[in-house]
């Protein structure tokens, strides 16, 4: 008789921590691959600190002119570096993947370029993309 008992106990424990393995699985998938829980990127401004700052310095409207002017060249020098950066990036991987090609079979090839793909449809139907030239902040105005 208490061996039925320790049985029913063992096996109700057992299913108790299995739903609950399934219940955080599932639960975490359904969480991270939902958009409504994530915070929209804040609204970046090109000139933060300027308007304290100018407060605090009692800086002219010439002299906010001359940074505003400082800081936009400083913006369109960043935004070129980090496109060189993204362009070298995608230099670094194509070496990377033709070197990898080199060892595999055709067939391995083709299988490995089918994978990757799927990899990026399935990246592009459910999460931002990082790549630098479907970002809007590369896109010359006339395709905005």
């Known amino acids: 008789m208490i061996k039925k008992y320790k049985f029913w106990v063992v096996l109700t424990l057992l299913g108790v921590f299995g739903l609950g393995v399934a219940a955080g699985y599932f639960g975490e998938r359904y969480y991270v691959t939902h958009r409504w829980n994530r915070r929209p990127a804040p609204e970046r401004t090109p000139f933060p600190l300027l308007e304290p700052v100018a407060k605090a310095l009692k800086l002219t409207a010439e002299q906010q002119a001359k940074i505003r002017e400082i800081f936009k060249r400083s913006d369109e020098r960043m935004e070129e570096l980090q ?56 896109r010359s105005p006339e395709t905005k």
């Open 83 to 138: 496109t060189q950066i993204h362009n070298r990036l995608r230099e670094v991987r194509a070496l990377l993947k033709s070197e990898v090609d080199e060892v595999l079979t055709p067939e391995q090839a083709r299988q490995l370029e089918d994978m990757i793909q799927k990899e990026r449809a399935k990246r592009q139907a459910g999460q931002p993309s990082h790549d630098p030239q479907r970002s809007d902040r590369n």
